[in-house]
């Protein structure tokens, strides 16, 4: 018998109609793994908040959730709190991983302080462990809990595989350089056929998936947005939420261009999004691993136009597979830079786009499970 234990803090929620649900991505992730495990158990986070359109249910009836209490919070008494759960939730650790053949933690996030030791401490383990770093691993000035757990990982004191994203420079032995799936082969056939009779003529049509904060880019986008030619755009779409959705909104109703704030989506939707798109910017500053929509929107020959931060620039090489700005002078140059962006020959503009195609196969559920048994599993 197969058992794979997943932990992580992955916010679900109670539906009243599909009863409990949780983040789209890792839960579409868990719905595929669960094809290849007699028993596969997932330990996350529960919260009161209502589910998120993009939310979804357990597929399987061989998946577990087994539920923690929410953790962790801006305010420092918030952050703390976690200590108090300690307790509670290593011995649901303890109590899951009996009997698993595989266990995998998910890392940057508060109870991987103690769980990162917890697992060191398991001598005679006879799972295999491997622990998922999903936060830039070169970040040079992460938040103290990152830091720790970072150190904690490069030491390897779990003595585990652990997989990051992108490719460093001298990068530990048991660290694995890893792609994370959100596509399948089906999405990557029916990308090739959107991406190869895509026209990129103006007006374009620009989209921005995931949280709606500074940090990730909105108001460089809208402040672009004021200042490029209306001739060259259709509308603008922002996909998910965040705190400031309304203040981002009364902005854009100021824009003569047209804004559309469709707030969380299934991923199907999100989908249907990029088909429509030639271009989708995430003009960064946040700490990313990869984010992974820029694979599903080059998939369908949208372009990703992003800044060359973290691993990003790993995977998508400047004017070959999309665009790329550097952090430094995203501010000052993300307007002017993506004015010229839409002024590219189409010719060349549908050659990037295909080329992106390579990005999107990269991480396929597939290629997942490939690398899954070989890199980390060490089997074929």
Known sequence: MKKLVIISHTPHQVHPIMGTVGWGPTVNEINFLAGHW??????????DNKAANSSLPYISKNIRFIPIPPFGGKRLIQKLGVIWLAPSIIRIV?????????????????IGLFLIPFFSFQRNRKYNLWIKYANNWAQLHPPMGFRIQRFMLK????????????????QENHCVSFENPCLTVSQIDEGKMVAEK????????????????????????????????????????????????????????KLSVRVIFTGDLP???VHKRFISSHFILLPTTASEGFPKVLAEAACYGCIPVATELA????????GKSGFLFHEL????????????????????????????????ERFTFYRYLSNLKKKVFSYD
Not at 100 to 106: E, F, G, I, M, P
């Open 198 to 253: 895509k026209v990129f003529i103006p007006p374009f049509n620009l989209v921005f998936a995931g949280r709606l904060e500074d940090a990730k880019g909105v108001s460089r986008i809208l402040n672009a947005l004021e200042q490029i030619p209306n001739d060259l755009i259709n509308e603008m779409v922002f996909i998910g939420n965040g705190q400031n959705k309304d203040v981002y909104n009364k902005r854009a109703e």
């Open 267 to 269: 991923q199907n939707e």
């Open 311 to 318: 691993s990003i620039g790993h995977y998508i090489e400047n």
């Open 155 to 170: 030491k390897n004191i779990a003595r585990c595989k652990v997989t990051i994203n992108g490719f460093w420079s001298k």
């Open 94 to 110: 303890r109590k899951s991983v009996s009997g698993a053949s595989h266990v995998q933690l998910r890392v940057p996030m508060g």
């Open 329 to 360: 002078n995203l501010d000052r140059k993300f307007a002017n830079g993506l004015m010229d962006i839409l002024k590219t020959p189409s010719s060349t503009l549908h050659s990037i786009a295909l080329n992106g195609l390579d990005l999107a």
């Open 38 to 47: 007699t028993e596969v158990v997932h330990i996350a986070c529960l919260t």
